[in-house]
Protein backbone atom coordinates (compact mmCIF):
# COMPACT_ATOMS: atom_id res chain seq x y z
CA UNK A 1 0.00 0.00 0.00
CA UNK A 2 2.75 2.28 0.75
CA UNK A 3 4.75 1.84 -2.35
CA UNK A 4 1.38 2.34 -4.20
CA UNK A 5 0.96 5.96 -2.70
CA UNK A 6 4.54 6.88 -3.35
CA UNK A 7 4.10 5.60 -6.92
CA UNK A 8 0.94 7.81 -7.11
CA UNK A 9 2.38 11.05 -5.62
CA UNK A 10 4.83 12.33 -8.36
CA UNK A 11 1.14 12.30 -10.74
CA UNK A 12 -0.93 14.33 -8.35
CA UNK A 13 0.08 17.61 -10.21
CA UNK A 14 -0.68 16.01 -13.92
CA UNK A 15 -4.49 14.93 -12.16
CA UNK A 16 -4.66 17.90 -10.61
CA UNK A 17 -4.34 19.49 -13.88
CA UNK A 18 -6.58 17.16 -15.89
CA UNK A 19 -9.24 17.80 -13.44
CA UNK A 20 -8.68 21.79 -13.73
CA UNK A 21 -9.45 20.92 -17.35
CA UNK A 22 -12.48 18.78 -16.81
CA UNK A 23 -14.09 21.82 -15.36
CA UNK A 24 -13.22 24.38 -17.09
CA UNK A 25 -13.73 22.84 -20.61
CA UNK A 26 -12.36 24.86 -23.20
CA UNK A 27 -13.94 28.46 -21.43
CA UNK A 28 -12.05 31.61 -23.28
CA UNK A 29 -10.06 34.00 -21.24
CA UNK A 30 -12.23 36.80 -20.36
CA UNK A 31 -11.78 39.63 -23.00
CA UNK A 32 -10.59 43.12 -21.39
CA UNK A 33 -13.24 45.84 -20.73
CA UNK A 34 -14.02 47.50 -23.67
CA UNK A 35 -12.97 51.53 -23.22
CA UNK A 36 -15.24 54.16 -23.15
CA UNK A 37 -15.66 56.34 -25.51
CA UNK A 38 -14.73 60.07 -25.00
CA UNK A 39 -18.10 62.64 -24.87
CA UNK A 40 -18.72 64.70 -28.23
CA UNK A 41 -17.04 67.85 -28.51
CA UNK A 42 -19.94 70.35 -27.93
CA UNK A 43 -19.91 73.14 -30.72
CA UNK A 44 -21.40 76.14 -29.45
CA UNK A 45 -23.82 78.38 -30.96
CA UNK A 46 -22.58 82.09 -31.63
CA UNK A 47 -25.67 84.53 -32.06
CA UNK A 48 -25.24 87.93 -32.88
CA UNK A 49 -27.61 90.53 -31.35
CA UNK A 50 -27.09 93.93 -33.64
CA UNK A 51 -29.30 97.09 -32.27
CA UNK A 52 -31.05 99.52 -33.66
CA UNK A 53 -29.89 103.48 -34.17
CA UNK A 54 -30.00 103.76 -37.56
CA UNK A 55 -27.07 105.69 -39.18
CA UNK A 56 -25.22 104.37 -36.54
CA UNK A 57 -25.64 100.80 -37.90
CA UNK A 58 -22.35 100.90 -39.65
CA UNK A 59 -20.76 100.12 -37.17
CA UNK A 60 -22.45 96.92 -36.81
CA UNK A 61 -19.99 96.39 -39.94
CA UNK A 62 -16.87 97.39 -37.82
CA UNK A 63 -17.86 94.83 -35.73
CA UNK A 64 -18.12 91.76 -38.05
CA UNK A 65 -15.00 92.46 -39.42
CA UNK A 66 -13.11 92.40 -36.28
CA UNK A 67 -15.37 88.70 -35.36
CA UNK A 68 -14.91 87.65 -38.26
CA UNK A 69 -10.64 88.41 -38.32
CA UNK A 70 -10.21 86.88 -34.90
CA UNK A 71 -11.88 83.53 -35.76
CA UNK A 72 -15.36 83.83 -35.06
CA UNK A 73 -17.96 83.37 -36.89
CA UNK A 74 -21.74 83.95 -35.64
CA UNK A 75 -23.71 81.38 -36.26
CA UNK A 76 -27.15 83.12 -35.93
CA UNK A 77 -28.33 86.51 -36.62
CA UNK A 78 -30.70 88.67 -34.70
CA UNK A 79 -31.52 91.94 -36.17
CA UNK A 80 -33.69 95.44 -34.68
CA UNK A 81 -33.79 98.27 -37.30
CA UNK A 82 -30.87 99.69 -38.64
CA UNK A 83 -29.37 96.31 -37.14
CA UNK A 84 -31.58 94.13 -38.82
CA UNK A 85 -30.23 95.84 -42.47
CA UNK A 86 -26.70 94.86 -41.74
CA UNK A 87 -27.99 91.94 -40.08
CA UNK A 88 -30.25 90.71 -43.09
CA UNK A 89 -26.95 91.15 -45.76
CA UNK A 90 -24.68 89.45 -43.45
CA UNK A 91 -26.63 86.29 -42.88
CA UNK A 92 -27.09 86.42 -46.98
CA UNK A 93 -23.65 85.09 -47.39
CA UNK A 94 -21.80 88.68 -47.67
CA UNK A 95 -18.40 88.98 -46.14
CA UNK A 96 -17.43 92.27 -43.89
CA UNK A 97 -15.47 93.06 -46.79
CA UNK A 98 -18.69 93.05 -49.48
CA UNK A 99 -20.55 94.42 -46.57
CA UNK A 100 -18.26 97.18 -46.13
CA UNK A 101 -18.14 98.00 -50.11
CA UNK A 102 -21.95 97.96 -49.98
CA UNK A 103 -22.06 100.31 -47.32
CA UNK A 104 -19.54 102.82 -48.96
CA UNK A 105 -21.99 102.76 -52.28
CA UNK A 106 -25.08 103.12 -50.50
CA UNK A 107 -26.76 106.51 -50.34
CA UNK A 108 -30.06 107.62 -48.72
CA UNK A 109 -31.59 108.05 -52.24
CA UNK A 110 -31.81 104.44 -52.94
CA UNK A 111 -33.97 103.54 -49.41
CA UNK A 112 -35.65 106.50 -48.94
CA UNK A 113 -38.95 106.76 -50.44
CA UNK A 114 -40.82 110.29 -49.25
CA UNK A 115 -44.78 110.29 -49.20
CA UNK A 116 -46.90 113.09 -47.32
CA UNK A 117 -49.72 112.54 -46.09
CA UNK A 118 -49.65 108.76 -45.00
CA UNK A 119 -49.10 108.10 -41.80
CA UNK A 120 -45.26 109.02 -42.41
CA UNK A 121 -42.84 110.84 -44.09
CA UNK A 122 -41.13 107.69 -45.57
CA UNK A 123 -43.00 105.13 -46.91
CA UNK A 124 -40.52 102.34 -47.12
CA UNK A 125 -40.81 100.34 -50.09
CA UNK A 126 -37.42 101.62 -51.05
CA UNK A 127 -36.09 99.78 -48.51
CA UNK A 128 -37.72 96.85 -48.71
CA UNK A 129 -36.36 96.29 -52.88
CA UNK A 130 -33.60 97.36 -51.70
CA UNK A 131 -33.06 94.37 -49.30
CA UNK A 132 -34.47 91.96 -51.37
CA UNK A 133 -32.39 92.85 -54.11
CA UNK A 134 -29.26 92.39 -52.15
CA UNK A 135 -30.22 88.75 -50.73
CA UNK A 136 -31.37 87.87 -54.09
CA UNK A 137 -34.94 87.66 -53.25
CA UNK A 138 -34.09 84.90 -51.05
CA UNK A 139 -37.21 84.86 -47.66
CA UNK A 140 -35.60 84.60 -44.49
CA UNK A 141 -35.70 80.85 -44.05
CA UNK A 142 -33.39 80.53 -47.21
CA UNK A 143 -30.76 82.91 -46.09
CA UNK A 144 -26.99 81.28 -45.56
CA UNK A 145 -27.34 81.91 -41.99
CA UNK A 146 -30.33 81.68 -39.26
CA UNK A 147 -31.27 85.18 -39.24
CA UNK A 148 -34.31 86.96 -37.42
CA UNK A 149 -35.37 90.46 -37.49
CA UNK A 150 -37.49 92.24 -34.64
CA UNK A 151 -40.14 94.54 -35.46
CA UNK A 152 -43.29 95.80 -32.78
CA UNK A 153 -46.74 95.30 -33.74
CA UNK A 154 -48.62 98.38 -33.54
CA UNK A 155 -52.18 96.95 -32.33
CA UNK A 156 -50.84 95.39 -29.33
CA UNK A 157 -47.34 96.05 -28.57
CA UNK A 158 -45.86 92.84 -29.09
CA UNK A 159 -42.52 92.05 -30.03
CA UNK A 160 -42.73 90.25 -33.05
CA UNK A 161 -39.70 87.98 -34.27
CA UNK A 162 -39.95 87.68 -38.25
CA UNK A 163 -37.84 84.32 -39.12
CA UNK A 164 -39.73 83.12 -42.74
CA UNK A 165 -41.43 85.07 -45.42
CA UNK A 166 -40.21 88.37 -47.49
CA UNK A 167 -36.58 89.18 -46.22
CA UNK A 168 -36.87 92.62 -47.27
CA UNK A 169 -40.48 93.41 -45.94
CA UNK A 170 -39.48 92.00 -42.30
CA UNK A 171 -36.52 94.94 -42.40
CA UNK A 172 -38.71 97.39 -43.50
CA UNK A 173 -41.13 96.49 -40.57
CA UNK A 174 -38.28 96.24 -38.17
CA UNK A 175 -36.86 99.54 -39.37
CA UNK A 176 -40.05 101.72 -39.47
CA UNK A 177 -39.54 104.06 -37.24
CA UNK A 178 -42.54 105.70 -35.64
CA UNK A 179 -43.24 109.60 -37.42
CA UNK A 180 -41.08 108.98 -39.73
CA UNK A 181 -41.98 105.60 -41.76
CA UNK A 182 -45.39 104.34 -42.71
CA UNK A 183 -46.09 101.12 -40.48
CA UNK A 184 -45.64 98.02 -42.58
CA UNK A 185 -49.18 96.01 -42.78
CA UNK A 186 -48.25 91.99 -43.21
CA UNK A 187 -50.93 89.95 -42.64
CA UNK A 188 -53.53 92.27 -41.54
CA UNK A 189 -51.50 93.42 -39.03
CA UNK A 190 -49.13 96.72 -38.45
CA UNK A 191 -45.79 96.49 -37.49
CA UNK A 192 -43.27 99.45 -36.78
CA UNK A 193 -39.74 99.59 -35.50
CA UNK A 194 -38.28 96.70 -33.14
CA UNK A 195 -36.45 99.92 -31.04
CA UNK A 196 -39.92 100.17 -29.48
CA UNK A 197 -40.02 97.07 -27.35
CA UNK A 198 -36.62 95.45 -28.11
CA UNK A 199 -33.19 97.93 -28.98
CA UNK A 200 -30.58 95.10 -28.91
CA UNK A 201 -32.60 91.80 -29.99
CA UNK A 202 -30.70 89.67 -27.66
CA UNK A 203 -33.72 87.23 -26.55
CA UNK A 204 -34.06 86.48 -30.26
CA UNK A 205 -30.72 85.44 -30.77
CA UNK A 206 -31.72 82.81 -27.84
CA UNK A 207 -34.66 81.76 -29.82
CA UNK A 208 -32.52 80.89 -32.39
CA UNK A 209 -30.38 78.40 -30.33
CA UNK A 210 -27.32 80.70 -29.44
CA UNK A 211 -24.86 79.20 -26.57
CA UNK A 212 -23.23 82.57 -26.50
CA UNK A 213 -25.22 86.46 -27.45
CA UNK A 214 -22.27 88.87 -28.43
CA UNK A 215 -24.65 91.99 -28.54
CA UNK A 216 -24.19 95.13 -30.83
CA UNK A 217 -25.49 98.35 -28.31
CA UNK A 218 -25.80 101.72 -30.54
CA UNK A 219 -28.66 103.00 -29.19
CA UNK A 220 -28.39 106.89 -28.40
CA UNK A 221 -28.02 108.00 -24.96
CA UNK A 222 -29.50 111.07 -23.29
CA UNK A 223 -26.72 113.10 -23.08
CA UNK A 224 -28.37 116.65 -22.19
CA UNK A 225 -28.15 117.89 -25.76
CA UNK A 226 -30.75 118.59 -27.61
CA UNK A 227 -30.89 117.00 -30.91
CA UNK A 228 -31.58 118.73 -34.08
CA UNK A 229 -33.92 117.97 -36.91
CA UNK A 230 -36.78 115.18 -36.90
CA UNK A 231 -35.73 112.10 -37.46
CA UNK A 232 -33.16 112.51 -34.66
CA UNK A 233 -35.71 114.10 -32.22
CA UNK A 234 -37.76 110.66 -33.02
CA UNK A 235 -34.58 108.59 -32.96
CA UNK A 236 -33.50 109.55 -29.36
CA UNK A 237 -37.17 109.57 -27.99
CA UNK A 238 -37.56 105.66 -28.72
CA UNK A 239 -34.00 105.20 -27.56
CA UNK A 240 -35.09 106.91 -23.87
CA UNK A 241 -38.14 105.37 -24.16
CA UNK A 242 -36.15 101.74 -24.79
CA UNK A 243 -33.59 102.41 -22.87
CA UNK A 244 -34.82 100.73 -19.31
CA UNK A 245 -36.47 97.99 -21.25
CA UNK A 246 -33.31 97.52 -23.25
CA UNK A 247 -30.71 97.28 -19.99
CA UNK A 248 -33.12 94.22 -19.03
CA UNK A 249 -33.06 92.19 -22.12
CA UNK A 250 -28.54 93.25 -22.90
CA UNK A 251 -28.07 91.45 -19.02
CA UNK A 252 -29.31 88.53 -20.78
CA UNK A 253 -26.40 88.85 -23.29
CA UNK A 254 -22.67 87.20 -22.50
CA UNK A 255 -20.76 89.84 -24.05
CA UNK A 256 -22.23 93.23 -25.26
CA UNK A 257 -20.35 95.45 -27.31
CA UNK A 258 -21.05 99.71 -27.65
CA UNK A 259 -19.43 101.47 -30.10
CA UNK A 260 -18.83 105.10 -29.01
CA UNK A 261 -20.94 106.60 -31.72
CA UNK A 262 -23.57 108.88 -29.66
CA UNK A 263 -21.70 112.23 -31.83
CA UNK A 264 -23.38 110.40 -35.13
CA UNK A 265 -26.64 111.59 -35.70
CA UNK A 266 -29.81 109.40 -37.21
CA UNK A 267 -29.85 110.75 -40.28
CA UNK A 268 -25.88 111.24 -40.85
CA UNK A 269 -24.93 109.21 -43.64
CA UNK A 270 -21.86 110.97 -44.45
CA UNK A 271 -19.89 109.64 -41.39
CA UNK A 272 -20.84 105.50 -42.18
CA UNK A 273 -16.74 105.65 -42.51
CA UNK A 274 -16.59 106.83 -39.14
CA UNK A 275 -19.32 104.36 -37.64
CA UNK A 276 -17.49 101.24 -39.23
CA UNK A 277 -13.82 102.41 -37.75
CA UNK A 278 -15.84 103.13 -33.90
CA UNK A 279 -17.31 99.14 -34.69
CA UNK A 280 -13.59 97.68 -35.01
CA UNK A 281 -12.05 99.41 -32.45
CA UNK A 282 -14.88 98.49 -29.83
CA UNK A 283 -15.03 94.78 -30.87
CA UNK A 284 -11.39 94.64 -30.69
CA UNK A 285 -11.10 96.05 -27.24
CA UNK A 286 -13.70 93.44 -26.29
CA UNK A 287 -12.19 90.82 -28.09
CA UNK A 288 -10.41 89.24 -24.97
CA UNK A 289 -13.41 88.86 -22.84
CA UNK A 290 -15.33 87.25 -25.78
CA UNK A 291 -13.15 84.70 -26.44
CA UNK A 292 -13.26 84.20 -22.60
CA UNK A 293 -16.60 84.04 -22.23
CA UNK A 294 -16.46 81.73 -25.12
CA UNK A 295 -13.77 79.00 -23.74
CA UNK A 296 -15.68 79.23 -20.16
CA UNK A 297 -19.18 78.41 -22.09
CA UNK A 298 -17.28 75.68 -23.93
CA UNK A 299 -16.00 74.28 -20.49
CA UNK A 300 -19.41 74.26 -18.53
CA UNK A 301 -20.94 72.91 -21.60
CA UNK A 302 -18.24 70.15 -22.12
CA UNK A 303 -18.69 69.17 -18.20
CA UNK A 304 -22.57 69.05 -18.64
CA UNK A 305 -21.65 66.08 -21.59
CA UNK A 306 -19.16 63.84 -19.87
CA UNK A 307 -21.84 63.88 -16.87
CA UNK A 308 -24.72 62.85 -18.52
CA UNK A 309 -22.98 60.48 -20.90
Request: charged share 15%.
Amino acid sequence: MTSTRRSIRPLLPLLASLALCGCFGSTKPTPPPAPIAPPPVVKLRIGLALGGGAAKGFAHIGVIKMLEAHGIRPDVVAGTSAGSVVGALYASGMDPFQLQETAISLDQASIRDVRLFSGGVVQGQKLQDYVNQQVKNRPLDKLSVPFAAVATQLETGQRTVFVRGNTGQAVRASSSVPGVFEPVEINGKHFVDGGVVSPVPVDAARQLGADVVIAVDISSKASGTNPQGMINIVGQSISIMGQKLGEQELARADIVIRPKVNQIGAADFEQKDQAIMEGERAALAAMPAIKARIAAVQVARQQQAVASH
